[in-house]
């Protein structure tokens, strides 16, 4: 996050500078944070949904949608995989 920037805001701003995207946050999904040994991060996850743009992908190598059931299907990171889990449950 930058000065003076919320989380929301940030998410606003990271979405459209790394996917073209604008959205619109609906609520808070889960907070996780995990040391990786060289980094602490802390991750701060938010439904939300895409109002304008098209996924246009320039920081990352792709993207893919899945269904919410097939999440931890994935290899993914710990931070991700306990966001992952909260969404799932919410779900049900």
């Given at each position: 996050?930058?000065?003076?920037?919320?989380?929301?805001?940030?998410?606003?701003?990271?979405?459209?500078?790394?996917?073209?995207?604008?959205?619109?946050?609906?609520?808070?999904?889960?907070?996780?944070?995990?040391?990786?040994?060289?980094?602490?991060?802390?991750?701060?996850?938010?439904?939300?949904?895409?109002?304008?743009?098209?996924?246009?992908?320039?920081?990352?190598?792709?993207?893919?949608?899945?269904?919410?059931?097939?999440?931890?299907k994935?290899?993914?990171?710990?931070?991700?995989?306990?966001?992952?889990?909260k969404?799932?449950?919410?779900?049900?």
């Open positions: 996050m930058e000065v003076n920037e919320t989380p929301q805001d940030c998410l606003v701003r990271e979405l459209k500078e790394e996917l073209n995207i604008n959205v619109s946050i609906s609520k808070f999904c889960n907070e996780v944070t995990h040391d990786y040994g060289n980094m602490n991060i802390n991750l701060i996850a938010y439904y939300c949904t895409i109002v304008d743009g098209k996924i246009r992908v320039s920081v990352h190598d792709k993207y893919k949608w899945v269904k919410i059931n097939d999440l931890l994935y290899d993914l990171l710990p931070t991700d995989v306990l966001i992952d889990k969404v799932k449950e919410e779900s049900l």
